[in-house]
């Protein structure tokens, strides 16, 4: 019953200055609702990187040719052509940790059908790539190994195109001209969707050996090879045996450099999580320095009321109070505080990323434990700096305390 008791003065207590009360809570608002945020941010972030990189495919290593130099500035790997259409043929017949293979022949151009143009990213790939990519067909067929020999003119468009040339329509059948070069649309992809800022549906892609030789005039090179491992688990034995089959195909010897780049799925979503992990890192304790901020506001606060209501001591310990009680009226104060801002910052909390998701399309993940972990910190802040205040309270001299004016 004491404590309730008690609950009741502070409550009353900071009613009584309510004004006061809100600015004193407003550091531990801030402070508990831009942790939460952050760390939304950033598990919204995460969560995207992943997406999009397992979209890329089915236990996925990603081959890219080496990097050359212009001037004394490396251009970064993708930059030189060491990547052969034949090193995917290579790659199939030698490497038995492997499931699929697909070479990657990016090529620019507008694209004009149904009356109109659009512009899309084209990409020369082999019939592996549905299976790398796990890419089923709504309609249709895809292109076979004939057409890679044949370099025949037929595409597979994603719904993106479909809609923004034909208008929704039945799209297979229909012909397309991609730098001048006519093409027959004999597969459409089923819908994948969006991953943050990329549509995956706006996409067209052609016969490997037709995009280079059609297309970009080249029908020698690669821009990149995907390959598909057997399983997870022996995705770093795959990678092992496709670099070592390519540095035999290259006629690379010991101690030579390679002259191609090999990633894995598991590499990329490491690269990019740490990155974003570090950054959420910052951010949350960034956040943490205004709740420390929000503390210190608390303690003045507290010292304050004690000096304003000592007379008010004087006369409850005068009454029987023991110090002990008053110091727990003072810390209960603070506590109730400091755990009321930290409620109101997670009401707010929930606000900004409701909004952030609706008008700024961003995608926010809210941890339940980081909305406890918050709470608790916010209670501690109160009794951590609430501490000190209650103690000087309580060991006010109840005869000083009755002749304070």
């Known amino acids: 019953m004491k404590i309730f008791k008690l609950l009741n003065i502070a409550q009353s207590s900071l009613l009584k200055n309510r004004t006061r009360s809100i600015l004193t809570m407003l550091g531990i608002i801030i402070g508990v609702g831009a942790v939460i945020v952050m760390v939304a941010i950033g598990e919204g972030t995460k969560q995207g990187i992943e997406e999009r990189i397992n979209s890329l495919g089915t236990n996925l290593i990603m081959v890219r040719s080496s990097s050359n130099s212009a001037g004394g500035v490396r251009r970064g790997f993708g930059s030189s052509r060491t990547l052969l259409m034949k090193d995917e043929q290579t790659i199939r017949e030698q490497c038995n940790l492997v499931m699929a293979v697909s070479g990657i022949v990016n090529v620019s151009g507008q694209i004009i059908g149904g009356g109109t143009n659009w512009s899309s990213s084209v990409m020369g790939v082999s019939p592996d790539y549905t299976i790398i990519k796990s890419w089923d067909l709504e309609e249709g067929t895809f292109f076979t190994e004939r057409d890679i020999r044949a370099k025949t003119k037929v595409a597979v468009v994603g719904t993106t195109i479909r809609d923004n040339l034909f208008g929704g329509g039945d799209v297979v059948g229909q012909s397309i001209r991609i730098q001048s070069v006519p093409f027959k649309i004999i597969g459409l992809l089923k819908s994948k969707g969006s991953t943050g800022s990329q549509d995956q549906d706006d996409v067209v892609l052609v016969p490997l050996t037709t995009a280079g030789f059609r297309l970009r005039g080249d029908s020698k090179y690669v821009s990149q090879i995907y390959v598909s491992a057997v399983s ?109 801002g930290g409620l109101t910052g997670i009401a707010m909390s929930f606000g900004v990323c409701k909004a952030l998701t609706d008008f700024a399309g961003m995608t926010t993940i809210i941890r339940t434990d980081i909305v406890l972990i918050s709470l608790g910190v916010s209670g501690l802040i109160g009794i951590f700096f609430g501490l000190f205040p209650a103690k000087k309270a309580s060991e006010l001299d109840p005869i000083d305390a009755l002749r304070h004016e």
């Open 232 to 340: 997870m688990d022996m995705l770093d034995a795959a990678q092992e045996e496709v670099a070592q089959t390519l540095r035999m195909a290259h006629k690379l010897i010991d101690g030579e450099d390679d002259d191609f780049d090999l990633r894995t799925q598991t590499e990329l979503t490491d690269a990019f999580t740490s990155s974003t992990e570090t950054m959420t890192t910052l951010l949350a304790w960034i956040a943490a320095i205004s709740l420390f901020v929000g503390g210190i506001g608390v303690m003045n606060i507290m010292l304050v009321s004690v000096t304003e209501r000592t007379r008010e001591i004087g006369i409850r310990v005068a009454v029987g109070a023991r110090g002990f009680d008053v110091m727990m009226q003072f810390l209960i104060e603070a506590v109730v505080l400091s755990l009321f």
